[in-house]
């Protein structure tokens, strides 16, 4: 018997040793190496980087959600080799789980060269050190990130400023309506309060706004009444403030009054089909839903609108994006910034935008047919995610409480308050 | 060990046979051993070298933290609630998997017309991808769903009214009722597999003790609980400890079904998903290690105690 162990613990030590041994690439135990700190470009300093002037080999990762997606990349890709025939790219779709396979493939040291980075993680990613710092590239090329909306760009920024991702599209909410039932959209909060009214038990309605019980769509709400999560300086909790708490308090009376309703107690996906089916008149969601409800639902009649101005008095609402990045460990960072910078820049996101899938992320770039109440939104939108480490924490902690609050049928905005607050500042601490 | 209780062997020319034979036999065994070893015990070791440090994903250990992350764990409200509700779909699950598996084993051992149909068919449900049947699952218990549909039809709704239930109802999205929703999608897709273990244990029971129950006159009802049911306790011993290792893992359903925060309010959220969640979301390698260091500890723990109540288990 005492053989035996001996020989498992052998075998262990020898299966533990394979798994450690590296190849010596990373520090041992206690030795600390800071995410990304490799130079770039990798021209000689205080040369002007010209694109065009570099060859090689690029691997682009991205996820892929539909084949008008995929055509629209191929098209943005044949535009982009036609402009720099010496880059060559070799795309690669990430099927699956894109940020648990990417998280993997950063752990090996495996990532393609390009990469998209959704806003949701931006902060965790670069806090981790994945992502490769632009800045010294854009100063170099002097390439124009001045045309960007801050509300996408500001998203891909560490705490002091550097850029380590430029945004590929993006995203702002807009509210849809169903133009059958809504001939004129609320401008107001509190125009769309009295309108959902007024529609309860109209036509197959199950409820007149569709609404998710979360910040992801909560948080404009926030905003336009004046409310946040965070202070100005980014330092402390904010969501117990008065106007903050008036806010939450507001929402969820939407829910309790039956103005509003959860796409999953409607026997929806999410709210898009809720519009299409004429379980709810209005939603509000991003540029996505006009693609869906093109080909699902050709026949319910709808428009968007922008957001309603709430008791802030000023127009405002939130962003979803993602952007291009490079990866620390990428041995052809040159060749891919000269990708990067077609895709981000003014030529290669108007070819990738034509394509109807996507919204432009900066304002030098035509407005594809159908987008300009969401580009319209842009000009005023904040980050919708992506602008504090953690966030995704922060966020469950106030849909559990919110969900708690809606099932329990309290509807009480101080239990759902003190969680967040909670949790922001466990987050800011940590 | 067994070389002292066979006969002494005499003659050179046998010993070198012998090695040659054990030299065969490890030369087979090293590849699969090696994986073993690397792939399965490597990692596990590795997962608990990982938990005691600040790891980065990227270039590794950033500093020792020793028992930090497991400290951490037990304040950690959303971790306990995740081996809460681990252990409730424990506890359910596997009596109520084991009791469906057992009672159709029964059924299609008896010597009717069909039978192979009905195993074939009741086996079908764990053969389906459990991504695929999932969907097909939060389709039918969605507000207004098939599942719905069926309790009016059948008049059942004023036993549902009586619950607190209207007559429809988001069943995955009520947290009061989604691990329950779980436990029956996974209780009906498992039993079959459940079915086949208590089958081939079934079939293991030697008719003569049939014959004997018969002869002394106890009719069917006794047989099954007198002769049958004791005669499959390696076959309890058996499922149990699979079910057991397997409620403890569960993460497919629970991810599809609420997604990686375990939504509503934690109600889907098992120790894998939380796992999942603290290294793919939170991108925190360290403490998602630790989680699976509980986790495999709890698992290797669980057979131990299971032996107990079942006994001595068979030679396996």
């Known amino acids: 018997m005492r053989q035996r162990l001996l020989i498992l613990g052998a075998a262990m030590a020898l299966a533990f040793a394979a798994c450690t041994g590296d190849g010596g690439g990373s520090p041992g135990p206690g030795e600390t190496e800071p995410g990304g700190q490799t130079t770039a470009p990798q021209t000689p300093a205080g040369t002007a980087f010209d694109p065009s002037a570099i060859s090689g080999e690029v691997t682009l990762g991205q996820w892929e959600s539909s084949p008008a997606e995929r055509d629209a990349l191929t098209e943005a890709l044949d535009a982009f080799a036609q402009a720099y025939p010496n880059v060559t790219v070799n795309q690669e779709t990430i099927a699956g789980d894109y940020r648990a396979q990417m998280i993997t493939r950063f752990g090996a040291q495996d990532a393609p060269d390009l990469f998209y980075v959704n806003a949701e993680y931006a902060p965790e990613w670069i806090r981790e050190g994945f992502l490769e710092p632009l800045d010294d590239y854009i100063a170099a090329q002097g390439f124009d990130t001045s045309t960007f909306y801050e509300g996408y760009a500001n998203i891909f920024k560490g705490e002091d400023g550097t850029t380590y991702g430029l945004p590929k599209d993006g995203n702002t909410i807009a509210m849809a309506y169903n133009t059958d039932l809504v001939p004129n959209p609320p401008a107001t909060l509190d125009e769309l309060v009295s309108l959902a009214d007024s529609l309860k038990g109209q036509g197959d309605l199950k409820a007149p706004l569709c609404l998710s019980p979360g910040l992801d769509r909560g948080l404009a709400f926030l905003y336009a009444q004046g409310g946040s999560l965070l202070t100005d300086d980014n330092s402390a909790s904010a969501i117990d403030s008065a106007e903050s708490t008036a806010a939450v308090q507001w929402y969820l009376d939407l829910f309790k009054n039956g103005q509003g309703m959860a796409p999953g107690d409607m026997g929806d996906g999410w709210c898009g089909e809720a519009l299409g089916k004429g379980d709810a008149a209005i939603v509000f969601e991003g540029g996505w839903l006009l693609g869906y409800m093109d080909t699902e639902f050709p026949d319910t009649p709808w428009a968007f609108a922008e957001m309603p101005t709430g008791s802030s008095g000023e127009k405002v609402t939130i962003t979803y994006t993602a952007a291009y990045s490079i990866g620390v460990d990428s041995q052809n960072k040159d060749a891919a910034w000269v990708v990067l910078q077609y895709l981000t820049g003014p030529d290669g996101m108007g070819v990738w935008t034509q394509g109807g899938i996507a919204v432009p992320s900066r304002s030098d770039v035509p407005v594809p047919e159908g987008f300009d109440v969401i580009v319209a939104g842009a000009d005023y939108a904040r980050p919708g995610s992506g602008f504090m480490p953690g966030y995704n924490d922060v966020q469950k902690a106030f849909q559990d409480a919110m969900v708690a609050e809606i099932t329990g049928g309290s509807y009480s905005a101080d239990p759902v308050v003190s969680a967040t607050a909670d949790k922001i500042n466990e987050v800011l601490n940590q | ?316």
Do not use: C
């Open chain 2, 1 to 316: 060990m067994t070389a002292a209780t066979q006969p002494q062997r005499t003659g050179r020319v046998r010993r070198v046979g012998e090695r040659q034979e054990a030299l065969a036999g490890y030369a087979f065994i090293a590849v699969p051993m090696a994986l073993f070893l690397v792939l399965n015990i490597g990692t596990t070791l590795y997962a608990f070298f990982i938990s005691v440090w600040d790891w980065n994903v990227r270039t590794g250990p950033r500093s020792f933290l020793g028992l930090g992350n497991f400290e951490r764990l037990l304040n950690d409200d959303i971790f306990l609630i995740a081996v809460k509700n681990s252990l409730y779909y424990t506890v359910i699950w596997v009596p109520l998997t084991m009791a469906i598996g057992l009672f159709l084993a029964v059924i299609v051992n008896q010597k009717i017309r069909g039978r192979t149909f009905f195993r074939a068919a009741f086996y079908f449900p764990a053969i389906a991808s459990s991504a695929a049947i999932t969907i097909l699952w939060i389709f039918l218990v969605q507000p207004g769903g098939l599942f719905d549909e069926i309790r009016g039809a059948l008049g059942l709704n004023p036993l549902f009214a009586a619950m607190g239930y209207g007559p429809t109802h988001n069943w995955m999205g009520d947290p009061a009722t989604a691990m329950n929703s779980i436990i029956i999608l996974n209780a009906w897709t498992t039993s079959g597999t459940f079915m086949l273990f208590y089958l081939a244990a079934l079939q293991s029971i030697s008719n003569d003790v049939y014959e004997a129950a018969a002869i002394d006159g106890a009719g069917a009802w006794q047989t099954f609980w007198r002769v049958t049911f004791p005669l499959l306790r390696p076959g309890h011993f058996f499922v149990a400890t699979v079910g057991v290792i397997g409620a403890l893992q569960l993460f497919d359903q629970v991810r599809i079904g609420g997604g990686p925060n375990g939504d509503p309010n934690n109600a889907l959220m098992s120790v894998v998903l939380y796992l999942y969640n603290a290294a793919f979301i939170q991108v925190n390698l360290d403490y998602a290690a630790a989680v699976g260091v509980v986790l495999f500890l709890v698992i290797f723990a669980a057979p131990l105690v299971q032996r107990r109540i079942f006994g001595s288990g068979p030679a396996w």
